[in-house]
T-cell receptor
């Protein structure tokens, strides 16, 4: 069975600082995709970043980057220069067959 | 493009009532999904569809039904609502091929009392 684990239910960071959110997963597939989604208070699910397992290079999207450790089955999200608008729930997800398997989420609070 | 749209945004149901949550997408995506999100939890898959006329159960299908008569629409039917179905419901879609990222609707908050 494929599982996604986010071990940090809540985190906080000061504006302009850097924060890292952790995610571990388990899968028997050799090729797969990992995602980070953001869910602000508006409830909308927004794709932040994606990583293809066969690509060794870590994905980056502006202030967001990942540290993908395939052997360790780890997929952490780093947010640099945190902004107040980054306050949200962050979900790690792994493609599982046709659908996505989500972790329970990390609630991130960015403080002034 | 409107993307993925869902109606209604909020709904309160009494126990035993039925309703249909509407979902539509205008991106010509083959795959469509229904998830539910309970407080403090991630999203759990209820049903999905790989194309018009084809649907399949996800992790938590009990108490729900779906149909997919067109590429654009994927309604979710709740029969005999129960308090355990109080949740936020998300519809999502994605194109075929290797693009696994899904595009989500704004969600429907449903309360069953």
């Amino acid at each position: 069975a494929q599982t996604v684990t986010q071990s940090q239910p809540e985190m906080s960071v000061q504006e302009a600082e850097t924060v890292t959110l952790s995610c571990t997963y388990d899968t028997s597939e050799s090729n797969y995709y990992l995602f980070w989604y953001k869910q602000p208070p508006s409830r909308q699910m927004i794709l932040v970043i994606r990583q293809e397992a066969y690509k060794q290079q870590n994905a980056t999207e502006n202030r967001f980057s990942v540290n993908f450790q395939k052997a360790a089955k780890s997929f952490s999200l780093k947010i640099s220069d945190s902004q107040l608008g980054d306050t949200a729930m962050y979900f790690c997800a792994l493609n599982s067959g046709y659908a996505l398997n989500f972790g329970k989420g990390t609630s991130l609070l960015v403080t002034p | 493009n409107a993307g993925v749209t869902q109606t209604p945004k909020f709904r309160i149901l009494k126990i035993g009532q039925s309703m249909t949550l509407q979902c539509a997408q205008d991106m010509n995506h083959n795959y469509m999904y229904w998830y539910r999100q309970d407080p403090g939890m991630g999203l759990k898959l209820i049903y999905y569809s790989v194309g018009a006329g084809i649907t399949d159960k996800g992790e938590v299908p009990n108490g729900y039904n779906v149909s997919r008569s067109t590429t654009e629409d994927f309604p979710l039917r709740l029969e005999l609502a129960a308090p355990s179905q109080t949740s936020v419901y998300f519809c999502a879609s994605r194109p075929g091929g290797g693009a696994y990222e899904q595009y989500f609707g704004p969600g429907t908050r449903l309360t069953v009392t």
